[in-house]
């Protein structure tokens, strides 16, 4: 993504002519010199090698929520097109990329590159840095975190807002509170105040309404209720094979056989976070081992590699240490926050053990925090596992109600902000932890990581998450259930999987798009069952192809589609070809998810197939078309389509 300086010129129907700033160009091409100073170059945590950042940068998929029916593809050149004013919602999980989008925009408008639309200029501010930061108004807010002084800002803000860009980077970290909601609306410009207040306002437009926003999520919910005007709701969903497939090709040409040999690994490397992670191992020259079947064994081996890269520099045990980091994490877990001042770290840790942080400079002082949050989520999970009997149950207890009560509450939305909120995120927070619990407690590969240094899991965690799973399973569709199949896929026990997903009447997927991992996640939660009664699901016709093998498990299916493609024939034409597959529907949204839409269904009569199809325009004018074969084939299937008709035709 791109941007363009122009002139910094005001609106002349305002009576604003001219920016009135002291050298305005120089000012604000040194602002953007100490951008590409900072973000200009990326570099292994490992090996130390310094690259690009522009080099390294894969787009990711990223999809657009139409009308909160339908998913659209957008690239990042094209989230800020409209020349209407706008929030743009960049939505993804732990580990998408979010920040490293953010970072690259603003380096990529710091580069003067050429874009189809420009903002004089970009400010960016990371929410997990304002706990750490006094009271101030807005212009010292920005100032603290660029070149530009506070008088320079106030100008701009001033003169040219429609010009700015405000990027808000982890909206998850902002401390928000009922108190910080409700002063958020009485702030004044120059007023001084909590950075949290502030960032508040701006989202909800009682500061510099005029302005553009970017925000980075993992939540959805309540970020919504701040935000007014024209919103661009989207989603990160990794990488496709193609992409992971060129990035290591590019930078690990003499290991990509045998990683692209590697299929579980090499799925997850769409996730780029493991991609990284991946990337690390394979500078240091480690083997990425065989049998790494889920994401939580992929950071055992990743921690595992780097301790015995460090192992001559660690100045206590492996589990001393690794309780340290895990009391450092879970402190920061339950308060929220990422980054952790010198002081604290080096009650916990110190020297060469510092290996899974990473140094940030916050108002001049030094922060550390774990080198992704995921690490901080990972090793919160590892900690409750290495305490104690009585004081781990109590810990995965409470963690497993926190989360339950924070699903619960999602459940019965409110339009306006209320301490729901505050326990919703709260929740969404702490989920991951829950999922690498649930990983190690996988009795095929964990144990030798935990028998090699003297250490044991209790049984009784894995009960605990066994019953939660049961419970909740029962209770949640959509964004919930999905998790709870990732919680099935870490424990990998296939006879607990069958046994919960054979008691579920309905999963419904149908509300969200789901990534690669999400697929392989389904695909394994089905081929390890024996039937599925009913599964609704949104599908990309990649995502078809990758299912296509297990669907065949469920008596009825529901699939929304991007476009009719092969696996579609096939699956049409399984009926009464000895499958479990009894009944098949197809809707297929058109016009950006409009109302106009199509749909197939195929149903099974004893030995007969029936075929209807119906074609509704904004729900009026349907046709019907039924065919019936006694011999159970559709044999072949070519669809057509046209601006203004759509036809079929059945061989």
């Not at 040194?30 to 490992?46: G, L, V």
């Not at 979010?98 to 400010?123: E, G, R, T, Y």
């Not at 500061?207 to 709701?233: I, M, Y």
Request: glycine share 4%; aromatic share 10%; with cysteine.
């Amino acid at each position: 993504m791109t941007y363009s300086l122009e002139p910094m010129v005001g609106n002349k129907d305002s009576g604003v002519t001219v920016m009135h700033l002291e050298g305005p160009l120089n000012t604000v091409n040194e602002y953007m010199q100490s951008i590409k100073d900072k973000y200009e170059h990326d570099w292994s945590f490992q090996s130390g090698d310094h690259a690009l950042l522009s080099d390294l940068y894969t787009d990711p998929l990223i999809v657009e929520k139409i009308q909160n029916i339908s998913f659209e593809n957008i690239s990042v050149d094209k989230l800020f097109q409209s020349n209407v004013l706008m929030t743009v919602v960049l939505h993804g999980d732990s580990g998408s990329g979010k920040s490293f989008i953010a970072q690259k925009m603003l380096l990529d408008w710091a580069s003067k590159a050429a874009s189809s639309i420009d903002f004089s200029v970009v400010f960016y501010l990371r929410c997990e840095e304002l706990m750490f930061i006094e009271q101030m108004n807005l212009s010292k807010l920005l100032s603290s975190n660029c070149s530009l002084t506070p008088v320079q800002i106030s100008k701009m803000l001033q003169h040219f807002p429609e010009k700015l860009l405000f990027i808000v980077d982890g909206f998850d970290h902002l401390r928000l509170t009922q108190d910080i909601y409700d002063m958020s609306e009485l702030i004044d410009p120059l007023q001084k105040t909590l950075p949290e207040v502030i960032v508040c306002a701006l989202l909800r437009r009682f500061l510099v309404p005029e302005s553009t926003l970017l925000v980075t999520t993992r939540t959805k919910n309540t970020v919504n209720k701040l935000l007014n005007g024209q919103q661009c709701v989207t989603e990160i969903l990794g990488f496709s094979e193609k992409m992971v497939k060129m990035y290591f090709q590019t930078f690990f040409s003499k290991e990509y056989e045998s990683l692209k040999a590697n299929e579980t690994v090499f799925t997850a490397c769409s996730s780029p976070v493991i991609r990284w992670i991946i990337s690390e191992m394979l500078r240091v020259g480690a083997n990425i081992k065989f049998g790494l079947e889920t994401t939580t064994s992929i950071y055992i081996d990743f921690v595992c590699t780097l301790l015995e890269h460090h192992s001559q520099g660690l100045s206590r045990s492996v589990p001393t240490l690794l309780r340290s980091l895990g009391q450092l994490a879970e402190r920061g877990m339950l308060e929220t926050r990422v980054l952790f001042d010198e002081k604290s770290v080096n009650e916990m840790v110190s020297g060469t053990e510092k290996l899974f942080l990473r140094k940030r400079t916050v108002c001049q002082e030094t922060m550390f925090g774990f080198m992704h949050r995921s690490f901080q989520e990972f090793f919160t999970a590892l900690y409750f596992v290495l305490l104690d009997e009585e004081e781990s149950q109590r810990k995965v207890k409470e963690l497993l109600y926190t989360v339950e009560r924070g699903w619960t509450l999602s459940c019965w939305p409110d339009p306006d902000f209320s301490m729901a909120d505050v326990e919703v995120r709260q929740s969404e927070f702490l989920q991951p932890v829950i999922l690498f619990l649930c990983g190690l407690c996988w009795k095929d590969l964990i144990p030798s990581f935990f028998e090699k240094h003297n250490m044991a899991v209790s049984v009784n965690i894995e009960t605990h998450l066994k019953e939660w799973i049961n419970k909740c399973s029962q209770r949640y569709q959509n964004e919930h259930l999905l998790f709870i199949l990732h919680c099935l896929f870490e424990l990998h026990q296939k006879s607990f999987t069958a046994k919960v997903l054979q008691r579920m009447i309905l999963m419904d997927l149908s509300n969200m798009s789901l990534k690669t991992t999400d697929c392989w996640v389904l695909k394994h939660c089905l081929e390890s069952s024996e039937h599925i009664s009913n599964l609704k699901l949104q599908v990309t016709s990649d995502n078809l192809k990758m299912l296509h093998p297990a669907l065949y498990k469920c008596k009825e299916l529901w699939l929304l589609i991007d476009h009719i493609s092969d696996c579609v024939v096939d699956l049409i034409s399984a009926p009464g070809k000895q499958k479990i597959l009894k009944k098949l529907n197809i809707k297929k949204l058109e016009n950006g998810g409009s109302f106009f839409h199509l749909e197939i269904t195929v149903s099974v009569r004893e030995r007969d197939i029936t075929l209807s199809f119906s074609r509704s325009m904004f729900t009026s004018s349907i046709t019907e078309l039924t065919l019936t074969s006694p011999h159970s084939v559709v044999s072949i299937i070519k669809w057509m389509e046209s601006q203004n008709k759509q036809s079929s035709s059945y061989m």
